[in-house]
């Protein structure tokens, strides 16, 4: 695959723009399943989905582009780089990618997923088709399989590091829907598919990545130790990857965090668009820890963020009964998320074992009494 950070920087689609037929309508296909062919839109065909509203805020800002909506339900990657090559036949300037959630259904593993998605961007780089990557859009807390997201999240951080070490665009909308406040209350019409407003914002994300116009600060992946780990060495490394696919992280201003407070870590500071942060504590940690980062990207003005990576439990750290969050705790918020759980089996999409606290495959009125008996206390 070809490399353009310069392009890329300055949107993928100007600099296409820049090249001799400029004024020529563009075409632009868009890749992927349910999600492209917009399932959940209350709005009638050919309007569907987030294609025909990128093409629409293209021609708001100027450009003329056809969006072919290239969407099949139901369709995994494998299933999409044998059907790509017709699709490619037909020619075009652009493709956008977004394909994976079917996979990680069927339990297929990130890395595999990236590695399908990286073989169609290849096969449209050899057409002279640039490729445009996009993560995939987060699972509502009642969809059977993934509903916290844990391997939708490990496929973004391989797609933000795919998206780097080709050159290629990328569209995070896993972190623009992510970090949109009650984003399955109000921008989900079931716990796979944005309803019309859910639509609009996706085609806003498509539209703004290709205009070069960067609303996105920096996002983060291959945070170790994992989000939920538990028996973590005391003296254990922490770290993580910073991306900033358009403007690229302001290295003065990114920091590792550790709960809450801002720590001396190493920062490769070299290359922009990913910064790599490592720490090894400087005294052993204890308890339960939250990694985190502070951050802003390089745009004027410049997107801040501060989030937390990962709340884990270091070695020897003795957790009451109950407190499923793990913050040492038993309180209001463990039985928040053991209501969720409530009546759910080993097995069920549902199911999680740290609200089945005595470990019979029942989350049930006797795991609640346990609960109960610890309500209010802390271990530390
Ligand atoms: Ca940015
Ligand atoms: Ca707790
Ligand atoms: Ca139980």
């Known amino acids: 695959m070809k490399t353009l950070p310069h392009a890329l920087a300055t949107g993928a689609l100007l600099a296409l723009l820049a090249t001799p037929a400029a004024g020529a309508v563009r075409a632009i296909l868009a890749f992927g399943d349910s999600i492209t062919a917009g399932v959940g839109d209350t709005r009638p065909e050919p309007d569907r989905g987030y294609p025909a509203r990128l093409a629409a805020l293209l021609a708001e800002a100027g450009v003329a582009a056809e969006v072919h909506n290239l969407g099949v339900p139901g369709e995994t990657t494998a299933e999409g780089l044998a059907r790509l090559p017709a ?14 959630t079917n996979d990680v259904s069927h339990d297929v593993s990130p890395e595999t997923i990236a590695y399908n998605l990286r073989e169609m961007g290849r096969l449209a780089s050899q057409r002279g088709i640039e490729p445009i990557f996009a993560t995939l859009i987060p699972r509502g807390p009642a969809a059977p399989t993934d509903p916290r997201n844990l391997q939708t999240e490990r496929v973004a951080w391989e797609l933000r590091d795919l998206a780097y070490r080709d050159g290629a665009g990328l569209v995070d909308a896993y972190a623009v829907f992510t970090r949109t406040r009650e984003v399955f209350g109000r921008l989900y019409a079931d716990p796979y598919h944005p309803n019309a407003e859910g639509y609009d914002l996706l085609a806003k994300a498509f539209a703004e990545m290709l205009l ?3 609303t996105v600060a920096p996002v983060a992946a291959f ?9 973590v060495p005391p003296t254990s490394e922490l770290t993580f990857y910073l991306y900033d696919h358009l403007s690229g992280v302001d290295a003065a ?26 720490y090894r504590p400087a005294t ?21 963020i501060e989030e937390t990576l990962a709340t884990f439990v270091v070695a020897g750290t003795e957790l009451l009964t109950g407190d499923l969050d793990r913050d040492g705790r ?27 606290l005595d470990r019979n495959g ?9 609960l109960a008996a610890n309500f209010g206390r802390s271990a530390f």
Do not use: C
């Open 212 to 214: 070069g116009i960067d």
């Open 362 to 370: 029942r989350i049930d009125g006797l795991d609640l009494a346990l």
């Open 253 to 278: 201003h990114a920091t590792m965090l550790i709960d809450g407070e801002p720590v001396a870590a190493t920062v490769s500071s070299s290359v922009p668009r990913r910064l790599a942060f490592t």
């Open 330 to 356: 038993v309180d209001g918020r463990d039985l928040v998320a053991f209501a969720v759980l409530f009546g759910s089996n080993a097995g069920d999409g549902r199911y999680d074992p740290r609200g089945d």
């Open 223 to 231: 945070v170790r130790p994992a989000d939920g780990e538990s028996g």
């Open 284 to 304: 052993p940690l204890a308890n339960v820890v939250r990694l985190g980062y502070r951050a802003r990207d390089l745009a004027t003005p410049p997107n801040e």
């Open 87 to 100: 699709a490619l036949a037909a020619g075009g300037n652009l493709l956008l990618l977004m394909e994976g």
